[in-house]
């Protein structure tokens, strides 16, 4: 049997994806949406460098309005991904054929690579955390009115394996609401911990931006919903683990 259209990750099974990924969060993770993430970000960054005079307004105006990914000619930027191996340059290079040279000068001007990247990552990571805030929520008050339902329903606990002493199905019901509870803390502590901004330059010393480093972070940490951090977080990725310890119910 020819397969025309491989799907190699369970997430993509047709048969056992449903129980790995749902269909909100294959949008939220599709790679075209994450391209024009990563748009978003430049375009952040450029209106932002305008507001301190870093860049003319006219450029960061025409880098705003173009950060399209529909204006972009896709196919290249997959050819150009499979040349250079580089994931974010080739999405740069098709952008920079659509503006006008002057704009084309100040698109990632002063940012590297893990700049747009990690913050676009957690734009991400804000996402899927408010969709899995709501299906706790949704799992919690659903466990809260079974128990009140079940309170007084007799059932048999077990021990090692055998009948036990007697309980309520409520009480059972109380104890997965409790666990759920406590995650539900856990997600909301995730969501005013781990999604911030990177915008630090190459080697994390803010250099390229003029001395407006930490005006110009907070600028664009705001522009786009994220908290700004202390520091660079390139090669520290414990908000990272924080999430994954967390999220994983």
């Given at each position: 049997?020819?397969?025309?259209?491989?799907?190699?990750?369970?997430?993509?099974?047709?048969?056992?994806?449903?129980?790995?990924?749902?269909?909100?969060?294959?949008?939220?993770?599709?790679?075209?949406?994450?391209?024009?993430?990563?748009?978003?970000?430049?375009?952040?960054?450029?209106?932002?460098?305008?507001?301190?005079?870093?860049?003319?307004?006219?450029?960061?105006?025409?880098?705003?309005?173009?950060?399209?990914?529909?204006?972009?000619?896709q196919t290249a930027i997959k050819e150009d991904i499979a040349r250079t191996g580089h994931s974010l340059i080739p999405l740069l290079n098709a952008w920079q054929k659509v503006v006008s040279p002057e704009a084309g000068r100040?698109?990632?001007?002063?940012?590297?690579?893990?700049?747009?990247?990690?913050?676009?990552?957690?734009?991400?990571?804000?996402?899927?955390?408010?969709?899995?805030?709501?299906?706790?929520?949704?799992?919690?008050?659903?466990?809260?009115?079974?128990?009140?339902?079940?309170?007084?329903?007799?059932?048999?606990?077990?021990?090692?394996?055998?009948?036990?002493?007697?309980?309520?199905?409520?009480?059972?019901?109380?104890?997965?609401?409790?666990?759920?509870?406590?995650?539900?803390?856990?997600?909301?502590?995730?969501?005013?911990?781990?999604?911030?901004?990177?915008?630090?330059?190459?080697?994390?010393?803010?250099?390229?931006?003029?001395?407006?480093?930490?005006?110009?972070?907070?600028?664009?940490?705001?522009?786009?919903?994220?908290?700004?951090?202390?520091?660079?977080?390139?090669?520290?990725?414990?908000?990272?683990?924080?999430?994954?310890?967390?999220?994983?119910?």
């Amino acid at each position: 049997m020819t397969c025309h259209a491989p799907r190699s990750h369970i997430v993509d099974s047709r048969f056992y994806g449903g129980g790995y990924a749902t269909m909100e969060a294959r949008r939220l993770f599709c790679d075209l949406r994450r391209l024009q993430r990563w748009l978003d970000v430049e375009a952040a960054l450029a209106l932002s460098q305008a507001e301190l005079g870093t860049i003319p307004a006219s450029a960061a105006r025409e880098i705003a309005e173009t950060a399209r990914l529909d204006l972009l000619d896709q196919t290249a930027i997959k050819e150009d991904i499979a040349r250079t191996g580089h994931s974010l340059i080739p999405l740069l290079n098709a952008w920079q054929k659509v503006v006008s040279p002057e704009a084309g000068r100040y698109i990632h001007y002063g940012a590297t690579t893990q700049d747009i990247q990690d913050t676009a990552q957690s734009l991400e990571i804000k996402d899927v955390l408010a969709i899995l805030e709501r299906d706790a929520g949704r799992i919690i008050a659903r466990l809260a009115a079974l128990a009140e339902t079940y309170r007084d329903v007799v059932t048999i606990a077990r021990t090692h394996g055998q009948q036990a002493l007697p309980t309520t199905l409520g009480a059972k019901l109380a104890v997965w609401l409790d666990e759920m509870i406590r995650n539900g803390n856990r997600l909301r502590n995730c969501r005013h911990s781990v999604p911030v901004a990177q915008l630090f330059g190459g080697v994390g010393t803010m250099a390229a931006f003029d001395g407006h480093g930490i005006e110009l972070l907070n600028r664009f940490s705001a522009r786009l919903g994220l908290a700004p951090p202390l520091s660079a977080w390139h090669t520290s990725r414990d908000r990272l683990a924080e999430l994954l310890a967390q999220t994983h119910l």
